[in-house]
């Protein structure tokens, strides 16, 4: 039995849950994971 787990959701999750738990980081949050799709699409 293989568990495959990509990354993209277990990254969603934890800023989701960041985001409840403290609201503030919201834009931090937003700018790092858009900024991190970006590189990630121009790499490949």
């Known amino acids: ?3 495959d787990i990509s990354l ?3 990254i ?3 800023a ?3 985001i409840f ?3 503030k980081l919201l834009n ?3 700018a790092g994971y858009l900024i991190i ?7 490949q």
């Open 37 to 43: 799709i970006g590189v990630l699409g121009l790499l």
């Open 28 to 30: 931090y949050i937003v």
């Open 1 to 3: 039995m293989q568990i």
């Open 8 to 10: 993209q959701p277990i």
């Open 21 to 23: 738990v403290m609201p």
């Open 12 to 14: 969603s999750i934890l």
């Open 16 to 18: 989701g849950v960041l």
